[in-house]
Every structure is written in C-alpha cells, then in structure tokens.
C-alpha cells in the first residue's frame, strides 16, 4: 500500500507592527524591530533556538494569515521576513500562507482600494508566485504535489472598506465563499480528485461557528459550512484556520458522511486574547500519515509562549502539547486493551500502553478527555492528562 506522509509547522495570527508608545496600543509581542535578547521575551528567536536544539524539520509551513496589525506596511514586511526565517531553520520546501482582515486595508490607511498594499508585498507574499494560480483573481486557489493536494482561500477576498456602522453587517468583519466559487472549487475537485494525496483546507476566517469566550459570533465564513460540505464529498483530511486566537480541535460532520477534522490554530504572538481571556500563543508541527485512499491520521505536537519562560510543550492550562486525529472508532476498543495490559499489574509505564494502543495519539482533545473519565469510572487513574504524555498509569486504591 502507499503511504504517504507530511510535516507542516503552523504559525498564525502574528499581528506584528512597530511597538507603540502607549502599552495599550500594542497587540503583539512580536514587534518589528524587537531586540532578540533576551531570548525568552522574543516569540520568534526563541523558537529558532528550540527548532534547534530538537533538529526540528518539516515539508510545509502554512499560516493562515494576519502576519501584521491593522496593514502596518512594516509590520507586514517584518512579519513575513519572521514567518520566512522560521521556515529555513525547518528546512521547508514551501511556506503557504493566506490572508486575513489585518492584512488588507479595509480601513482607508492608505488607498481607497483594500488590497493595494497587500498585493505590493510581493517576496513570495502570500504563495509563491509559481503556485500563486487564481488566489488574487478568483479568492482561492489549489496547490497540487505529487504527495498533497491544498486549497487555500482567501476569506476576505469579500472585504471591502467598512462603510456601515452595523458591525454585524460590516464586509471588514467575516469571511465569506460566494456561490460562484463553491461551483468552481466543486468543479475543480470533480476533475482533480486524487483520493490517495494528503488534502488540506487553509483560511483565515472559521468556516463554522466558534463563538467561546465572548471573541465574537459574527465573523464566520459565510457559507463556509457549505464549503466544507463540498470537501467532505472528496474526504479533506484537515481544515486549518487562524482568526480566533482561540486554539481548538474538532470535527465536522458533513452532508457526506465524512468527518472534517478543523483545527483553529489560535495566535503565534498576538496579545489581545492573553489579556481578554487568558489564552495564550501557539505554534503547531502536524504529522500527517495516509495510506491509499482511506482518511489520514494526524499526531500533533503543540508549543506554547510565555513571556519570560519561552516556548514549552508541558502545559495542562490550555491546548494541550500532544494531539491528534484520525481515530474514529470506539473508545471501549481503547479502553479494553488498556485494562488487559493492566491485568495483575499495579503499574504500568505509559509508553507500554502506546505500544498497544497507538491509536491513543490520534485522538482529539476531546476525546481524550472521555477516555480519561472512562478509565477513571473503572478506577485506573494516569498520572497526567493523557494530551501532556504522562509517565504510567495504575489501579487506583482504595
């Protein structure tokens, strides 16, 4: 059988733009001309400093948008020659980015045109000009590899300068896919349907409802379910977005059958949300393994930033360092393994249960989550949540 296998870096949501005098004007630590010392206060250096020390590599490093604040020009050139930079340490072969509503000047900054400095940026902003296609033109476009397949929409191909007080109307505030472009991608993927690549949606703005902690209902794609409704048809493995600054990992179920799973990146350095929410910044590598035609698996490895502290992947108190998806079925399946490796044994070191199990590392937070309170009902407690990668796990006593 063929199997095929990606690594991707995701960094979203930098938000980078000249540090402002007054603290509260600025929504980011990576600021353009930030000194890369000391080195835990410096998202970027930092992490180059962890790629590394781990040998870190990966095939792709997308970014579904926002690289500046409010389309400061230096904060879009810094921010990409950061994203960049992170991508020759990987050793990537490409770096595939969107845009988001930061990134356009929906606003009257400059021009009376939104994406007059966007499209100036040129350096291979946002995909090289060899793979650009129809991004600017049509709103999207497909990158094909022998081993992926990737459509990459530009979600605020729709934003035009905000000329409405109504905010839930506002064309600066959502995404949005228009009918004409769903026929077009339905069409596209009619003629180019390759069941056995690695298929992958990036965007900026969430195709499906993410309304937690208050950071907004409005600012969906509109008839974004519909898009993903069509990309369920030709089974995507993964939809990645930015916008929220809010990292989560679920499924969607589409018309078809097939389950999506969609992973909302959060922020790599914005601000606004440590401070609003208490969320803080992330950087992902995703490894993506697919053989033939059926769904692929993924294994997750998140980073988290701290100032002062740096980029770790110990955390309990927010998304979780050790994710996946991929696994669909009965967690009694898991559950029951665990129990016989348990058998007449106190304790048992975790990496034994992974050598049984492995399908333990495609699970999704969530359902982690309920394989944890499974075992918990048959008093077989781990030592740490199974997200953070815990040492053993044991009968509980009594």
Not at 29 to 40: D, E, G, T, V
Request: aromatic content about 10%; charged content about 25%; some cysteine.
């Amino acid at each position: 059988m063929a199997n095929k296998k990606l690594r991707i870096a995701i960094l979203s949501d930098l938000h980078c733009h000249p540090e402002k005098p007054n603290f509260k004007d600025n929504n980011t630590y990576l600021f353009s001309a930030k000194l890369r010392s000391p080195i835990n206060e410096h998202p970027v250096e930092d992490l180059l400093d962890l790629i590394n020390k781990k040998g870190m590599t990966v095939d792709l490093v997308l970014s579904p948008g926002d690289i500046t604040d409010h389309c400061d020009k230096q904060g879009l050139f810094s921010g990409w020659s950061y994203v960049t930079e992170i991508a020759r340490a990987l050793e990537a072969k490409r770096t595939i980015a969107t845009i988001g509503n930061h990134d356009v000047d929906s606003r009257f900054t400059y021009s009376n045109y939104s994406f007059d400095v966007i499209k100036k940026v040129k350096q291979g902003f946002p995909i090289d000009k060899k793979f650009i296609g129809s991004f600017w033109d049509k709103g999207y476009t497909f990158i094909e590899d022998e081993d992926f397949q990737i459509l990459v929409l530009n979600s605020t191909h729709y934003h035009t300068h905000a000329t409405t007080d109504n905010k839930i109307e506002s064309p600066a505030l959502k995404g949005k896919v228009d009918s004409s472009q769903l026929e077009e991608i339905e069409q596209y993927l009619q003629i180019n349907n390759f069941p056995d690549k690695i298929k992958i949606f990036l965007c900026h703005h969430h195709p499906i409802q993410h309304s937690r902690h208050q950071l907004g209902e409005h600012d969906f794609i509109e008839n974004g379910e519909q898009l993903l409704n069509i990309l369920g048809q030709y089974k995507f493995d993964i939809a990645i977005h930015g916008h929220k600054h809010d990292p989560l990992l679920r499924y969607e179920n589409t018309n078809s059958g097939h389950q999506i799973p969609i992973l909302s990146s959060g922020s790599f350095s914005a601000t606004n949300q440590v401070l609003w929410c208490g969320i803080w910044n992330y950087f992902h590598v995703i490894e993506i393994s697919k053989e033939d035609d059926f769904p692929a698996t993924g294994k997750i490895e998140t980073f988290t930033f701290k100032p002062k502290s740096g980029w770790k992947n110990d955390t309990e108190d927010g998304f979780l360092p050790f994710t996946g998806f991929g696994f669909l079925g009965d967690l009694n399946s898991i559950q029951s393994k665990i129990q016989e490796k348990l058998l007449n044994r106190g304790v048992v070191n975790w990496s034994e249960i992974l050598e049984i199990a492995p399908e333990i590392l495609n699970l999704t937070p969530d359902k982690m989550a309920a394989l944890e309170n499974m075992l918990l009902s048959r008093n077989i407690n781990i030592s740490s949540k199974i997200g953070v990668g815990p040492k053993h796990i044991y009968h509980a006593t009594d």
